[in-house]
Nanobody
């Protein structure tokens, strides 16, 4: 059993900051890579950022220089520091990880940026 618990979403004004957190647990929780995706009103989720167990980090171009992804020492949590937020960053943000076999998703946390 695996559980991903997200927190840190909310409402913020443009130019503000938020920090998203995601903690994974469970005997089957063995991530190779963790990260964040976002989803608007449609069915597709868009890549935001990932961090591998070895520390390799990737960002979508739209968030480079504004968002910072990190993990803790135990590699069971992933964080997304979001700065210089824009109204177009408004979406539901999902924690994600892949264990080499399948993708796993959290329930999501809403981020709303007002202009």
């Amino acid at each position: 059993q695996v559980q991903l618990v997200e927190s840190g979403g909310g409402l913020v004004q443009a130019g503000g900051s938020l920090r998203l957190s995601c903690v994974g647990s469970g005997s089957a929780f063995r991530p190779n890579v963790m990260g964040w995706y976002r989803q608007g009103p449609g069915p597709l989720r868009a890549f935001v950022a990932t961090i591998s167990a070895g520390g390799t980090i990737t960002y979508d171009n739209s968030v480079k220089g504004r968002f910072t992804i990190s993990s803790n020492g135990a590699k069971n949590a992933v964080f997304l520091q979001m700065s210089q937020l824009k109204p177009e960053d408004t979406d539901r943000y999902f924690c994600w990880y892949n264990d080499g076999y399948q993708n796993h998703w959290g329930q999501g946390t809403q981020v709303t940026v007002s202009s």
